[in-house]
């Protein structure tokens, strides 16, 4: 029993050891904070998520009418909808849809609300224009929000995907 005792004391001790240097066992993921541009209404930012490059601008964010095929109604208890106008220059892009597969707009609040993008019917909504932006293109367009609390207070640019943070301007 005593090589036992001696054995389980060396590990013990190499685990506090292990604990205390910061140096873990196993493959743990680490945080690591984004490398995103963030900026204020009117900057242009270079956003790269992998192989796709592009200059996009929020120009804008005001207060909207319920735009066509918005669906249901805004909801209570604020019951308004938000627009944000959009340009975007399609700097590098693999094909002339891939920044409509990956990029989404919130609109997030300063209690931490973060409203998704509602889809419409709007001529000028800037889904239609991401969906064909060959390499070079310039589009642009509203993104819509239903603000049932809170007003926005950050536009967000993230990944559809992965929920990678591309981007962010500052209102």
């Known amino acids: 029993m ?12 190499v685990v506090a050891t292990l604990a205390l240097s910061g140096i873990t066992v196993g493959a743990m993921p680490t945080a690591v904070a984004a490398d995103s541009p963030i900026g204020r209404l009117g900057d242009t930012l270079r956003v790269q998520d992998g192989d796709l490059i592009a200059d996009v601008t929020v120009l804008s964010l ?9 669906g249901y109604p805004p909801r209570p208890p604020r019951q ?20 409509a597969v990956s990029f989404q707009f919130s609109g997030v609040t300063p209690t931490g609300d973060a409203y998704q993008p509602r889809n419409s019917d709007a001529p000028e909504a800037l889904q239609y224009g991401l969906q064909n ?13 239903d603000c049932y609390r809170d007003l926005v207070s950050n536009i967000v640019l993230t990944n559809k995907k992965t929920g990678q943070r591309l981007a962010q301007w500052n209102v």
């Open 2 to 13: 005593p090589g036992m005792r001696r054995w389980f004391t060396t590990l013990l001790t």
């Open 133 to 145: 932006a060959p390499q070079g293109s310039a589009v642009g367009g509203f993104v819509y929000w």
């Open 80 to 99: 308004q909808v938000w627009k944000a106008k959009v340009a975007v220059q399609a700097v590098q892009v693999p094909n002339p849809y891939a920044m």
């Open 62 to 70: 005001e207060p909207s009418e319920v735009p066509p095929g918005f």
